[in-house]
């Protein structure tokens, strides 16, 4: 479900490819919990790899909540929260080659250097300078914010703070896009979208006949569904608590449902019985521990895979019986 942030007309400034600071309106969190304020902000020019954006439409991803409430999560405030979006480069920084004033974008917040290991490996894409860091409040250059309000310096969200009129990100965590591309349908592929179908079919795997099981049904998880709908998954099960939700998801190929809080026994038991012993692939799309180890439990012993997609509190332990691996 995307928002728009009203902004100001598309015959923005483009051209002015190495102005000063800006300032625009961004919806600021001051502190953990607390209402976030919109406000009147200072937009640093891009520096060096760098490149300011003018965020034109933004989506609420369950992950921005989760880090606004900081539950077991480092606080680090005032910050501006958003990572999933759509936009136009307004200016480019030092360095940067590959992006110009105009392109039409979408930041991402797993960004790739294309040097280091990681980068340049087909097994991963966990770039060993860009990769997914909520701890980092600042920018890579030079330790510093782009953002501040009457010179108190505001902090960053995952690279990219899309709650904002104007936001400045690293060069590799900027993905150009077709213009022709309705931005304000394409910014979820930002993050839910891409995450879950990419969770599916680029990790999970399925062939073609094989059985599916999906915690969560919200945008990840749907996502993840169609995954497993475009691989030819014979059975796809979604799992929820919500019982609003399983109708929207028969339009993913969902193709039978299983609420937890409808069964007195653990739902991997009943996913397990329902399947004769065990689905193929599980995807979870919570950032729950306890749908995270019905995931790992509800698969098929010898061949069976569990992708855990969500993100869960640093406290949270993850517990299971040894003798599972050994199946």
Not at 9 to 28: D, G, H, I, Y
Not at 149 to 168: A, D, R
Not at 183 to 189: E, G, S
Not at 235 to 242: A, E, F, P, Q, S
Request: charged share 20%; glycine share 10%; with cysteine.
């Amino acid at each position: 479900m995307a928002f728009v942030i009203k902004t100001m007309s598309l015959q923005m400034r483009l051209s002015e490819e190495k102005s000063e600071s800006v300032r625009w309106r961004a919806t600021v969190a001051w502190e953990a919990g607390k209402p976030l304020v919109i406000e009147e902000v200072e937009v640093a020019q891009p520096q060096e790899n760098e490149v300011r954006l003018k965020i034109l439409f933004t989506a609420l991803c369950h992950s921005d909540v989760y880090f606004w409430e900081a539950k077991g999560q480092k606080p680090l405030f005032p910050r501006i929260f958003g990572h999933e979006a759509g936009g136009i480069v307004e200016s480019v920084g030092e360095g940067v080659t590959e992006l110009k004033p105009g392109d039409h974008v979408l930041p991402i917040f797993t960004g790739e250097c294309k040097e280091c290991r990681h980068c340049k490996s087909a097994q991963s894409n966990l770039c060993e300078t860009l990769r997914f860091d909520n701890d980092r409040g600042h920018m890579l250059n030079d330790g510093k914010t782009r953002f501040s309000k009457n010179g108190q310096p505001i902090y960053h969200f995952l690279g990219t703070s899309t709650f904002s009129e104007y936001t400045v990100s690293h060069a590799g965590c900027v993905a150009k896009i077709n213009p022709e591309a309705p931005l304000d349908k394409v910014c979820v592929l930002s993050c839910g979208v891409s995450t879950g179908m990419g969770a599916t079919l680029n990790v999970a795997k399925p062939q073609k006949g094989q059985t599916v099981a999906v915690f969560g049904l919200g945008a990840v998880g749907l996502a993840a569904c169609e995954g497993a709908r475009m691989a030819g998954a014979s059975r796809i099960i979604g799992v929820d608590l919500n019982p609003g939700r399983f109708d929207r998801a028969k339009n993913f190929g969902v193709t039978e449902f299983v609420n937890p809080k409808d069964h007195d026994k653990p739902v991997q038991q009943v996913i397990t019985e329902m399947t004769d012993g065990g689905v193929d692939r599980a995807v979870e799309c919570t950032g729950s521990f306890q749908a995270m180890i019905s995931a790992f439990e509800c698969v098929h012993d010898g061949w069976g895979l569990a992708v855990l997609v969500g993100v869960p509190s640093k406290d949270d332990a993850f517990m299971t019986h040894p003798i599972i691996f050994f199946e």
